[in-house]
């Protein structure tokens, strides 16, 4: 189930749509019924040429009772000049009803949590669901790690895959990229480009939404096509390295974070042994992401 039909659930249904899935049945919902409904119908005109074939229709939230994901893309859009936290007021309350709503239906599936800002609201999904932390997972830095592996990818002229590197923390502003064990082919990108070049690649990679709400007014692609890589890999019991949001108990926060990934949910987070000055950005997003928590208090 998709929960919010706007520009990110509808890029992430038709994403699924244009690769090979193991999802069978796809349901849309909205506040807005009759555009979900809309979505299902012009949807639907790309099934006769998509690489999978599988069921589209519309519902309420009764009918995440036999879903086994339930993605939340539902809440107020980023505008232009507006940072992720200042979503965190309106998107926490939608958020809360929504989840009730959904667990209330019998669902006992897995929550994938996109909509911003997603760490907090993925810690207030776990919350309000009570559900075990492996079953809530954040898109976290995917699509960051997806910004700055294409953009490594550029610079040193290989293919995407060929990047080993992650994005890490938050998912907003105060995120980094992990250059002590970035490489490509085992050789190490410290190596291969300055770190005023590698400066320049990690600003632009977090300042690349703004650039593209402030041109268009939505970003939705990236994310759509790296959420349905959370799908897949859940669904596939792939257990692949994502740096998806999850929960942390040394800190009691959700954040980004080379995580392993498969059929129930999180396997298990990585060990990554960083250094001090890597460490102290960490903490320093954790305490955003916390100071943020502070904000919705009342909710938790």
Not at 193 to 203: F, G, M, Q, V, Y
Request: aromatic share 6%; proline share 3%; glycine share 8%.
């Amino acid at each position: 189930m998709i929960v919010g039909t706007g520009n990110v659930g509808a890029s992430i249904a038709f994403a699924l749509l244009n690769q090979r899935t193991s999802v069978n049945e796809l349901i849309l919902t909205d506040i807005n019924q009759d555009d979900a409904e809309g979505e299902v119908l012009d949807l639907s005109d790309a099934l006769a040429v998509s690489p999978s074939w599988l069921k589209i229709r519309s519902g309420d939230y009764s009918a995440a009772q036999d879903c086994d994901i339930c993605i939340l893309t539902a809440g107020a859009n980023q505008k232009p000049g507006e940072t992720r936290t200042d979503l965190l007021q309106k998107n926490a309350r939608i958020t809360q009803d929504i989840v009730s709503s959904v667990v209330e239906s019998g669902f006992h599936g897995i929550f994938i949590v996109v909509a911003n800002p997603m760490d907090v609201l993925s810690y207030l999904t776990w919350r309000v669901s009570d559900f075990p932390s492996e079953r809530i997972i954040g898109s976290g830095t995917i699509l960051d790690t997806a910004r700055l592996r294409f953009s490594l990818a550029h610079e040193l002229e290989v293919h995407p895959k060929s990047i080993h590197a992650y994005q890490i923390g938050e998912h907003g502003d105060s995120e980094f990229a992990v250059w002590s064990s970035a490489n490509v082919g085992g050789e190490k990108i410290s190596s291969l480009l300055s770190e005023n070049k590698r400066h320049k690649i990690e600003d632009y990679v977090k300042n690349k939404a703004y650039q593209i709400i402030q041109k268009k007014g939505a970003t939705h692609y990236g994310i759509g096509a790296c959420t349905v890589q959370i799908i897949n890999c859940i669904l596939n019991d792939e257990r692949r390295i994502l740096p998806v949001s999850t929960y942390d108990d040394c800190t009691d926060t959700f954040y980004g974070y080379p995580t392993i990934v498969g059929r129930e949910g999180i396997i298990r987070r990585l060990d990554l042994q960083l250094p001090e000055t890597e460490g102290i950005k960490l903490q320093k997003s954790i305490n955003v992401i916390k100071s943020n928590l502070k904000q919705i208090e009342e909710l938790l």
